[in-house]
C-alpha cells in the first residue's frame, strides 16, 4: 500500500465571489483577508462573507485561511483577539499570521500558520516556528529547490507552503522598509506603496548614468507551473498562488491551469493526492498567458538566472501575439502566427521603451483597426495581447463545476422502498420511503434508473445508479421527490462530517529556543506581547519594529536580485568587470536617492536611504 501525501492547492480570494470560483475551479484551500489587519489592506472581508465561503468550501472538504498577517499595535490587539474569535465561530480552518503577539492572546482552537512575512528560509527558522507550535509554514520566495528540500529533510513532519504562481516582492518578504521610511505607509502593515514599481536611473559614484527611467526593481512574476513536481519531490505539501487584489477571472483561470496540471501528475504519482473532494467540470481550456503577468519566471528555483527581471514594465504584457508589418491610416497589418479578435487589447513597447497601447475595433485577416487615433508604430514591433475578448467573454459566465461523485441504490423494502446515497468520501444516507407497490405494465429498471440519475443542480454527480427491485411502478413526481430529500440529507451529513482540524495553542517557552539572544529591527516586534513571547523563548535583547522606531541608516530592502549580476559584473559567478565605479544609487523621479550595497557573501543586494 502506497503512503499517500495529500497536496494542497491553495488559492486567493480578494471577496466571497472570488472565493467561491476558486472553489469551483479546483482549489482545495482558500486564503482571504480578515475584516481587519491583512497584509492586503485594501481585501478585507466580514465575517458574515467569510462564513458564507466556509460552508461552500467545506461542502468539498476544501479548508479556507484567513490572513491576519500584519504587525499589530499595543491597542490593536484587544479589536484582534475579538476578530478571531469571530472567525472561529465563523468556521474557518487556519489564520496566517505573522506577529508573534497573536500567541499571547486568549486565541481559541484554531490552528496558525507561519506567514512568509515571517522570513521562513531557513531549517532553523521552520524547526522553530513548529516546536512553537505552528501548524504550516509558508517559505519565502527565493529559495531553491534543494534549499526547499534541506528544509523539508530536517523538518519532514511540518507542511510547507510555497509560492508557485504571481507577483514577486523584490526584496524578501517582512524584511522590506522603503515603503515606510518613504511615505509612511507600511508593508507589514498591510500599505506598501510599490516602491519596487517605479522608474529609476542607476548612477555610479562619480555620477555616471548607467541606466536611465528603468524598472530596475520591477520583477516578472512567478510561474512554476512546469515544475510543480520537483516542488513535490522536494517537499511542497501546500503550493500557493499570490493574488488576493486580483480579479475573478485571474483567480478562475490560473486555478484550473494548476487544477490540470496538479491532477495530471496525481494519475501517475500514486505517492501523491488531491487534499479535498470533487472534480473539476470547465467549459474553457485555461491558459496562463491570458491572464494579467509581468512576463514570468522561476526565480531562483535553479539558482540565479538573468531571466527575473523585467525592466521595461511593471504593467501586463500578456502574450505574444506577432509583429507589427505595415501601418496605413486607418489600420495596421501584423504577421503572427496568433489571431486577434475585435475588441481585444493590444500594447507595445515603443522606441523609449515605454509601454503603449491601443484597442481594436475590427479584425479584417491580418489587419488591425483601432479604435481611436494612435501613434506611429516602427516596423517589426513585438505586439502583445493584454485583453482577450472572447477569453473573458468564456470566463464572465459559468466556466466551471465542481461535482462529487455519488453512488444511488435503490432497493424494496417490506413496506415500500429504500434510496441509498454513498458519496465518494463515504459519506452514505438511506431514507425508507413507505408506499404500495404496483406491478409496471412495462420493464421500469432502465426508466427508473434514468430518472434517478438526474441530480442537475446539486453538488453530486452520478458514478453509479443500482435499482434493485421488481418491476414497480412509481410515478416520475414521487422518485423524483426521494432523490431531492436523499440528495439534501446527504449535503447535510456531509457538512456534519467535515472534520475541523482544531489547535490549542501550547506555551513552548521551554521546549524550544530562538536561534539568536537579540532582535534587531528586523524581528519586526511592534507590540509587548511579541516581544513577551521572545523573550519566553531566550532572546534577551529585542528592538523595536522600524514602524515603531525608525532606525537611522538602516538597511531598507534586503534582495536576492542583485542588479550587478543583472548588468553582467558579478565577481562571484565569473562575469565580467564593471566599468563603473562603486558605490551605485538608485534616484526616484521625485528626487530621492538610494545607496546599493552588494554583500557577496550572502548573495544579497542591500538598498540605503542616502
Not at 467545506?58 to 499595543?74: C, F, G, M, S, W
Not at 548612477?203 to 548614468?209: L, N
Not at 495581447?385 to 464572465?396: I, T, V, W
Request: charged share 25%; hydrophobic share 35%.
Amino acid at each position: 500500500m502506497i503512503k499517500q501525501r495529500k497536496i494542497e492547492l491553495l488559492a486567493p480570494a480578494r471577496n466571497l465571489e472570488c472565493g467561491i470560483e476558486a472553489i469551483n475551479h479546483g482549489a482545495d484551500a482558500v486564503y482571504i483577508g480578515a475584516p481587519r489587519f491583512g497584509a492586503r489592506a485594501a481585501a478585507g472581508n466580514s465575517p458574515e462573507d467569510i462564513a458564507a465561503l466556509v460552508a461552500h468550501a467545506h461542502l468539498y472538504n476544501a479548508r479556507i485561511y484567513v490572513a491576519v498577517n500584519t504587525i499589530l499595535k499595543e491597542e490593536e490587539l484587544d479589536d484582534t483577539e475579538k476578530m478571531i474569535w469571530d472567525l472561529y465561530r465563523a468556521g474557518v480552518d487556519a489564520l496566517i499570521i505573522q506577529d508573534m503577539g497573536i500567541t499571547r492572546l486568549n486565541l481559541p482552537p484554531i490552528p496558525l500558520h507561519a506567514s512568509t512575512q515571517m522570513d521562513n528560509r531557513t531549517p532553523a527558522k521552520v524547526r522553530f516556528l513548529s516546536e512553537a507550535g505552528f501548524r504550516q509554514v509558508v517559505l519565502a520566495r527565493e529559495l531553491s529547490l534543494q534549499e526547499i528540500h534541506g528544509i523539508h529533510e530536517s523538518c519532514p513532519d511540518v507542511p510547507l507552503e510555497v509560492f508557485v504562481h504571481g507577483a514577486l516582492c523584490v526584496s524578501y518578504s517582512g524584511q522590506c522598509y522603503v515603503s515606510q521610511a518613504c511615505f509612511g505607509r507600511s508593508a507589514n502593515r498591510g500599505e506598501c506603496a510599490q516602491f519596487c514599481r517605479l522608474p529609476f536611473n542607476l548612477t555610479d559614484a562619480d555620477g555616471k548614468t548607467i541606466v536611465r527611467d528603468k524598472h530596475l526593481l520591477s520583477l516578472k512574476d512567478l510561474n512554476r507551473s512546469e515544475v510543480l513536481e520537483e516542488l513535490l519531490d522536494a517537499g511542497a505539501t501546500s503550493l500557493k498562488i499570490e493574488g488576493r487584489l486580483k480579479d475573478v477571472s485571474y483567480v478562475k483561470n490560473v486555478t484550473a491551469a494548476y487544477r490540470r496540471k496538479l491532477d495530471a501528475i496525481f494519475a501517475r504519482r500514486k505517492e501523491y493526492a488531491r487534499a479535498s473532494s470533487g472534480t473539476c467540470h470547465y467549459t474553457f481550456r485555461p491558459q496562463l498567458d491570458k491572464s494579467f503577468s509581468r512576463g514570468f519566471t522561476h526565480y531562483f528555483l535553479r539558482g540565479r538566472t538573468n531571466e527575473i527581471s523585467s525592466f521595461d514594465t511593471p504593467k501586463s504584457l500578456g502574450e505574444e501575439m506577432g509583429t507589427m508589418k505595415e501601418q496605413r491610416d486607418k489600420y495596421l497589418t501584423v504577421a503572427g502566427l496568433k489571431s486577434f479578435n475585435n475588441g481585444d487589447g493590444v500594447c507595445y513597447l515603443d522606441e523609449q521603451g515605454h509601454l503603449q497601447g491601443f484597442r481594436i475595433n475590427r479584425v479584417d485577416g491580418n489587419k488591425l483597426y483601432p479604435a481611436g487615433e494612435i501613434s506611429r508604430i516602427r516596423p517589426r514591433t513585438l505586439l502583445y495581447r493584454n485583453f482577450d475578448q472572447e477569453f473573458e467573454k468564456l470566463l464572465a459566465h459559468k466556466s466551471s463545476e465542481r461535482k462529487i461523485g455519488v453512488t444511488l441504490l435503490l432497493a424494496d423494502t417490506s413496506f415500500g422502498f429504500a434510496l441509498t446515497a454513498t458519496d465518494e468520501d463515504d459519506n452514505s444516507v438511506t431514507i425508507s420511503f413507505p408506499y404500495e407497490k404496483e406491478l409496471a405494465r412495462t420493464p421500469q429498471i432502465d426508466s427508473l434508473r434514468a430518472r434517478l440519475a438526474k441530480l442537475g443542480n446539486t453538488p453530486f454527480e452520478m458514478l453509479e445508479c443500482r435499482v434493485e427491485t421488481s418491476d414497480w411502478f412509481i410515478p416520475a413526481s414521487v422518485l423524483t421527490d426521494w432523490r431531492r430529500q436523499v440528495i439534501e440529507r446527504l449535503i447535510v451529513v456531509r457538512r456534519i462530517n467535515y472534520r475541523r482540524e482544531l489547535a490549542v495553542w501550547r506555551d513552548t517557552a521551554h521546549q524550544s529556543e530562538a536561534s539568536t539572544t537579540s532582535l534587531t529591527y528586523l524581528g519586526n516586534v511592534m507590540n509587548t506581547r511579541a516581544a513577551s513571547f521572545y523573550n519566553d523563548h531566550g532572546v534577551t535583547s529585542v528592538a523595536p519594529a522600524y514602524e515603531k522606531q525608525p532606525v537611522p541608516d538602516a538597511v531598507l530592502m534586503f534582495c536576492k536580485h542583485c542588479l550587478r549580476y543583472s548588468m553582467g559584473w558579478c565577481p562571484t559567478y565569473g562575469k565580467g568587470r564593471s566599468p563603473y565605479r562603486e558605490p551605485y544609487y538608485l534616484s526616484a523621479t521625485d528626487g530621492k536617492r538610494f545607496r546599493l550595497e552588494f554583500d557577496c557573501k550572502n548573495c544579497q543586494m542591500k538598498v540605503y536611504a542616502d
